[in-house]
């Protein structure tokens, strides 16, 4: 609740630092100053300050914000047509980076557990670090050239079709699939190292149960806070990879805005990704209340 | 304040990864040097003619579109690329380490709202905040380094506020605080020295992620603008025309990679050298196990009563990579309905052994026996699933953590319930029914409510006995208690020791109970074997125990229990010298070293368990050589005895 706030005054603050006046500088020097003073009335910047944030705060919790200073359009229709697109991609990657990443984890945990196979335990390692640390949109370039370019198996851009999927997705998710397998894995060597898990095994339950039923609730913990963390870094990620796929996204409508000074346009953006944020951590905490009957929800 | 030195850089040089990243970073930072007074008017170089190239012999990675050598213009861009994310990061580590600091200065209201401020942030993705700065601040480098500042800070502020609060509650604060020392000067002279070390890892990993961020924003068109270029313009000009030169972009996506991994491997593996000068061990060296040569002199006595044992195990052995023999030539036999007792101190291998009886030896462990029955026959003749059911069901153990022992993650009634499931084929509410009648023979008070409870919501006492209970679902033939009662209150051991005595008189089930503690042993146990160094010394039984030990260690042990008699002027009767470890292969009795009586013949040769009279053997050259002194003279057996009855 804290956050929101804090949020929703960031980002109503933000026009307001902007040296000299947004508008001016938005629309050029050339501009007529009539046109400069009607989207100054537009936008309320000549009412009182303290006014200013009661209509902001009022107007963004009935999902109203505002016009765009540089095409007079209302941005909630801009955001109403672009977010899905962001949303899809944000989602199936992170769904693409979940089931490859926790399976992936489980299975080195198991097979590499007590020192066993130290080179796969080295293949392993070696491999989901470069992969976790080449960033998303450089791994876009390289699928680009060698799937789209060269071998044709994609197309380079846009978004058409199921196939127009495979790269953006493919980009965006191998990163955090990769750190998520890590971080699953030195959880489950954790887990596995366990008295209860040798209780388990002490009632010779076979295999299958002692990884699902006994070791994989407790690796829970840390792999749902990560995977919100992820969830957060894919929806920042969407901004490069929509660019560079040339989607028409809400990550590329923030680089537009960005790049044409259009604040409010700016800022609506920064609201909605905060908000969604907002929402993981807080999905994320119920979850956890959930499924560890010892953990409190926190306030935060 | 405490010795905690910066990171020894000579360590670094020991693993191959650290040599390499720290090569990657002074390669970049060389280049970044020299580049620019070298190459750069090469690199600026206009040739129309040569405008929008793929790769030739005068430019192997392509031309701009202007005729710009990309390989010189890579090179020489790494001074801007680096110089900005170095700038990047000092500038974040600059405004985010005192507000981190912050909350532990001012007030506690206004403190809660900087701490929910940074939490906010940190959740807050780099690349998002950096674009929302950047577009506030302006286009170009100003805004994109401002703004990377502003992504990193949170980190930084998170990070020295976690310190900074772990080292407020440490002693030498709280003495500083109570000579007068005053706010701003404990932070500075007191909590900073300690915290520098993390703080300086952390600024070498943001680098390298201050590096990838900047490379993005100049791809978004927001960071660096022509006519200066970093790797990250560079990428956005060759993306443009990847589908004619596709070579363009190699050059700058190659240095971007090159140099990121530099720097995050660097600062891995300084914080990996840093963990294990923590105290995290070195790991073993892999190497071939040796098994000490063993010669047995074997029993007449022990020899060929194959029928109607619970356990008869001769001659085992557990080794571990390494040359690690921690249980060696141990021999046990447990008639029915019988408690035997294994005492000695830690790491004397009981607890392996009884791992080891129970099959649930850690994978590396090898443990070789010459003779292992169980239950009156020779388990691996069964097969893999004859051989589970029967441990699952015949084989209970309790161990000594009740904790740690159960899963936090399931209820009371799941663990014990799925017991009956798995081997006997009970239906969830069967087993669940199984599971209330159990708790309520271990006297666990309304049991239809307990089965619903998860561990954390029971007292230790109560864990315990969950842990006994989960050994009773089955039909157990054998309860393998590990130190039962060692984590407990002392209140609650006596109900516990109870309690295992109880099981195994209704179920005739025989036990095999460990301790360190030979009060609990000789309260429980008829007959008790005492480990040390990884071999049985001694097997008797326990009124000799209390009165004629021949041992000198089981001598030692005994005189080291307080009696109620026991002279409170004189400290507390204790075993000189350390136990040899697992490591040890040395000739001669392992006791030798720590033994009043110990004669050349000790440190030469290794005695063997032989009889000294019925159902008492030992392993010494001199045995009731060495009579337990404590408790007052004349009367002191007596008196030990009421101790330990």
Not at chain 2, 9 to 22: H, I, N, Q, T
Request: aromatic share 6%.
């Amino acid at each position: 609740m804290v956050s929101l706030v804090l949020l929703l005054t960031l980002t109503f603050g933000m026009i307001h630092f902007v040296p000299g006046d947004p508008v001016r500088s938005a629309l050029g020097l050339t501009a007529p100053a009539q046109l400069v003073k009607q989207r100054r009335a537009q936008l309320g910047l000549d009412k009182p300050l303290w006014q200013q944030y009661a209509d902001y705060v009022d107007r963004a919790v009935h999902g109203d914000f505002g016009t765009s200073i540089t095409s007079g359009e209302p941005i909630t229709e801009i955001v109403r047509t672009r977010l899905p697109t962001t949303l899809r991609l944000a989602g199936l990657a992170f769904l693409a980076a979940v089931l490859i990443g926790v399976p992936l984890g489980v299975l080195s945990a198991a097979l590499t557990r007590d020192g066993r196979r130290r080179y796969g335990e080295l293949a392993f390692t070696t491999a989901t670090g470069a992969f976790a640390s080449i960033p998303g949109f450089l791994l876009a370039v390289a699928f680009i050239y060698l799937f789209a370019v060269k071998w044709r198996f994609f197309p380079v851009a846009g978004e058409s079709g199921p196939k127009s999927y495979v790269l953006p997705i493919a980009a965006l998710a191998i990163g955090p699939a990769a750190a998520l397998a890590r971080i699953v894995r030195v959880e489950g060597l954790k887990v596995l190292d366990e008295d209860y898990i040798r209780t388990a095994r002490g009632k010779r339950l076979p295999a299958r149960l002692i990884y699902l039923r006994h070791a994989l609730p407790n690796m829970l913990t840390a792999t749902l806070t990560i995977s919100g963390l992820l969830l957060g870094g894919l929806i920042a990620g969407t901004v490069l990879i929509e660019t560079i796929f040339a989607w028409t996204g809400l990550g590329s409508t923030l680089v537009n805005s960005v790049t044409a000074k259009d604040y409010p346009s700016v800022q609506a953006v920064a609201l909605i990704f905060g908000a969604f944020i907002l929402l993981i951590n807080f999905v994320v905490d119920m979850l956890l209340a959930v499924i560890n009957p010892q953990s409190t929800i926190s306030d935060q | 304040m405490t010795g905690r030195r910066f990171v020894r850089w000579p360590d670094l040089f020991r693993s191959p990864v650290g040599v390499v990243a720290a090569l990657m970073v002074a390669a970049i930072l060389v280049l970044a040097l020299i580049a620019p007074p070298i190459w750069g008017h090469v690199a600026s170089k206009i040739d129309v003619a040569a405008a929008s190239q793929g790769s030739t012999a005068a430019h192997p990675l392509g031309t701009d579109v202007l005729g710009r050598d990309i390989l010189h213009r890579t090179l020489v861009a790494t001074r801007l690329s680096v110089f900005l994310a170095v700038l990047a990061s000092l500038l974040g580590a600059g405004v985010g380490i005192p507000i981190g600091v912050l909350p532990a200065l001012v007030g506690r209201r206004l403190g809660r709202l900087i701490t929910s401020a940074i939490s906010l942030a940190v959740a807050f993705p780099t690349l998002l905040l950096a674009i929302f700065v950047a577009s506030i601040v302006g286009l170009g480098a100003r805004g994109a380094v401002i703004g990377i500042a502003a992504a990193v800070a949170p980190y930084f502020a998170r990070l020295s506020q976690t310190l900074a609060a772990s080292v407020a509650g440490a002693d030498y604060i709280a003495a500083a605080r109570v000579l007068g020392i005053g706010r701003w000067r404990l932070t500075v002279r007191h909590v900073l020295p300690n915290v520098a070390e993390p703080l300086l890892l952390t600024l070498m990993l943001t680098m390298g992620d201050a590096l990838l961020a900047l490379a993005g924003l100049s791809l978004l068109g927001v960071g660096v603008q022509p006519p200066s270029y970093d790797w990250g313009g560079m990428l956005t000009e060759g993306l443009l025309r990847i589908y004619v030169t596709p070579i363009v972009v190699v050059g700058p996506a190659v240095a971007i990679i090159f140099a990121a991994l530099g720097f995050n491997l660097l600062g891995e593996s300084l914080a990996r050298r840093a963990a294990r000068r923590d105290g995290t061990l070195p790991r073993h060296v892999s190497s071939p196990v040796v098994l000490p040569p063993e010669q047995h002199e074997r029993l007449a006595e022990l020899e060929d009563e194959r029928h109607g044992k619970v356990l008869d195990l001769r001659g085992l052995t557990v080794a571990f990579p390494g040359g690690s023999v921690p249980v060696r030539d141990v021999s046990i036999t447990v008639e029915p309905g019988e408690i035997v007792g294994i005492v000695g101190e830690s790491g004397s291998g009981k607890s392996l052994t009884a791992m080891a009886i129970a099959e649930l030896l850690p994978a590396r462990a090898q443990s070789t026996s010459e003779r292992r029955l169980l239950f009156g026959g020779d388990l691996s003749l069964l097969g893999k699933t004859g051989r589970r059911r029967l441990l699952g069901r015949s084989l209970a153990i309790v161990y000594q953590d009740p904790m740690a022992s159960l899963n936090p993650a399931l209820n009371v009634g799941r663990q014990l319930g799925e017991v009956a499931e798995v081997h006997e084929g009970l239906s969830r509410r069967e087993a669940r029914k199984r599971s209330v009648e159990r708790l309520r023979s271990v006297r666990i008070g309304s049991p239809e409510r307990r089965v619903r409870n998860y561990p954390h919501e029971l007292s230790g006492g109560m864990r315990q006995r969950v842990m006994i209970a989960m050994g009773l679902m089955g039909t157990p033939q054998l309860i393998i208690a590990d130190e039962p009662t060692t984590a407990l209150d002392v209140t609650v051991q006596q109900q516990i020791l109870k309690l295992l005595d109880d099981a195994g008189t209704s179920t005739g089930a025989a036990a095999i109970l460990i301790s360190h503690d030979i009060a609990v042993v000789s309260q429980l146990c008829r007959r008790v074997l005492v480990m040390y160094a990884g071999r049985v010394v001694e097997e008797l039984d326990v009124p000799t125990l209390v009165r004629r030990p021949a041992h000198p260690y089981t001598a030692a042990l005994l005189a080291s229990v307080p009696t109620m008699d026991s002279d409170r002027e004189r400290p507390l009767v204790s075993i000189p010298g350390r136990a040899v470890g697992p490591f040890d292969h040395s000739p001669g009795c392992p006791f030798a070293p720590r033994c009043p009586a110990a004669s050349d013949r000790c440190r030469s040769e290794l005695p063997v368990l032989r009889p000294l009279e019925s159902g008492h053997h030992v392993a010494c050259w001199h045995p009731n050589s060495v009579i337990p002194q404590s408790g007052p003279p004349g009367d002191g057996e007596s008196v030990r005895e009421d101790a330990l009855a």
